[in-house]
Nanobody, 123 residues
Framework: QVQLVESGGGLVQAGGSLRLSCVASGGTISPYAMGWFRQAPGKEREFVASISLSGGTTYYVDSVKGRFTISRDNAKNTAYLQMNSLKPEDTAVYYC????????????????WGQGTQVTVSS
């Protein structure tokens, strides 16, 4: 059973940056797509970004395009989310997830989830 652990969340001022990490254990992230999701208080969980095995295919929700970058290091069994130019509306619990497909542009293929890391952006 794959276990995912996120880290890197915290409190940051608007315009700042954070880098989230997601380390897998008990299984590998290869050859599957990895994704990041977020859930703000009172809102449904939202797809943020995903990346294919090779990193050649990425998807982003429109609200983070140009600000967030998803990446992965298969040798380290780790996925990342670099978040720049953060806004208060980015405040949420961020979850990483592993899909059961090589490419994933929606939440449907994601089966393994981390516990989440809180990101708070102050104005």
């Amino acid at each position: 059973q794959v276990q995912l652990v996120e880290s890197g969340g915290g409190l940051v001022q608007a315009g700042g940056s954070l880098r989230l990490s997601c380390v897998a254990s008990g299984g590998t992230i290869s050859p599957y797509a990895m994704g990041w999701f977020r859930q703000a208080p009172g809102k449904e969980r939202e797809f943020v970004a995903s990346i294919s095995l090779s990193g050649g295919t990425t998807y982003y929700v429109d609200s983070v395009k140009g600000r967030f970058t998803i990446s992965r290091d298969n040798a380290k069994n780790t996925a990342y989310l670099q978040m720049n130019s953060l806004k208060p509306e980015d405040t949420a619990v961020y979850y990483c997830a592993r899909a059961i497909t090589i490419v994933a542009s929606t939440s449907a293929p994601f089966r393994y989830w981390g516990q989440g890391t809180q990101v708070t952006v102050s104005s």
